[in-house]
């Protein structure tokens, strides 16, 4: 059977496009068809592109899209706003990395013009597309009588796992550019610099950990407490959901080699517990463990659902968004739902007025 070929660029060419996407897109060439890649830095550009064998390269977005008019754009740069509300209003489907955008204003609006021009916006939170995290969210849906949500993401510096596998490259030959930090500084207004670094923290990290929420719950939980670190590296909070289940949030950055990411149901019979790999182990699978009891005895067990890898299965789940109408799993409604709760957390950490 003959699959249609869609055009796609790549609009930001670091690691995350270097390590999983590109290489993703080369295996599911029936679908897809990488004509042009873009990147700030020339020197990046030139090596990624001659590395992927890709033909048009581009400095400036906004030339690639007007000259290639491609199908979809993986958005994967620093900051995504302006690369992603480009792309829709030149006509292309998206697949953006996570924070969809920084400042809730820039996320209304770009969900908003994607539905007005019909096109797709896929936020990438691939561990949404993880076939053992799909298997205990089938176990942690089926438990009634729930009683506490624990979601932890504690971490190391991913460059620590980076340089094992793929050094990659990037290069400093990039023109100033606007601070992300200083944007947030300003929409946020006057806040210490902690306030920032939480906030940074929340949109580089945690939007991970509020999307396998967002499995669970697809909404913004109300938040009862939150305390951050003087430096705002670590944070944890207290949230409740729309039908009163206590959820304990705890998020931090360390300088240990580590990947601790758990997502946690305790219910009145059943104790569910979903932990993740890094990500940047590939086909690493994500440990399902289901307990109950049987009499007296605790059973313990494990699923592997499969090896599959998350991110080359969005792309799939993309592909048949935009081919076949399938709904969209991660859609652009869920980044303003990021930036919402990011918003609700840091207010919950500013003193009285």
């Keep these: 059977m003959h699959m249609r070929k869609l055009r796609v660029a790549i609009i930001g060419c670091g690691h995350i496009a270097q390590w999983m996407h590109i290489p993703y897109l080369r295996e599911l060439d029936d679908r897809y068809d990488i004509v042009a890649a873009c990147d700030l830095s020339a020197q990046t550009l030139q090596r990624v592109a001659d590395f992927f064998q890709i033909p048009a390269r581009y400095t400036d977005h906004e030339q690639l899209l ?78 009634d009588q729930r009683r506490l949500l624990y979601l932890r993401c504690v971490i190391g510096p991913n460059q620590r796992y980076v340089d094992d596998f793929w050094p990659g490259w990037r290069y400093q030959d990039l023109p100033p550019a606007p601070s992300v930090a200083d944007k947030i500084r300003e929409d946020l207004g006057d806040v210490p610099p902690a306030y920032i670094s939480a906030y940074m923290l929340m949109g580089g990290l945690s939007t991970h950990t509020f999307s396998i929420f967002r499995g669970l719950y697809p909404e913004v939980p109300e938040v009862h407490g939150f305390h951050m670190t003087a430096d705002g590296r670590g944070y944890s909070a207290l949230l409740q959901t729309s039908d009163g289940l206590a959820v304990t949030m705890d998020t931090g950055l360390i300088d240990v080699k580590t990947f601790d990411e758990e997502m946690a149901l305790f219910a009145h019979n059943h104790i569910v517990k979903i932990n993740f790999p890094s990500p940047y182990l590939k086909n690493a699978a994500t440990d399902v463990l289901l307990q109950s009891m049987n009499g007296n005895e605790r059973i313990d067990q494990r699923f592997l659902a499969s090896n599959e890898e998350a991110y080359k299965r969005e792309w799939v789940a993309l592909y048949h968004s935009v081919v076949d109408g399938a709904p969209v799993r991660t859609p652009a409604t869920e980044g303003v739902m990021d930036v919402q709760l990011m918003r609700r957390l840091l207010e919950a950490a500013r003193p009285p007025r």
Excluded: F
């Design 66 to 143: 007007r000259e290639i008019q491609p199908d979809v754009c993986l958005i994967a740069t620093h900051d995504h706003y302006e690369q992603a509300l480009a792309a829709v209003e030149a006509g292309a489907h998206i697949l953006v990395e996570k924070p969809m955008c920084w400042l809730l204003s820039e996320a209304e609006h770009l969900t908003r013009r994607a539905a007005e021009l019909g096109r797709i916006v896929q936020v990438g939170y691939h561990k949404r597309y993880d076939p053992n995290y799909e298997r205990g969210l089938e176990l942690m849906q089926a438990a």
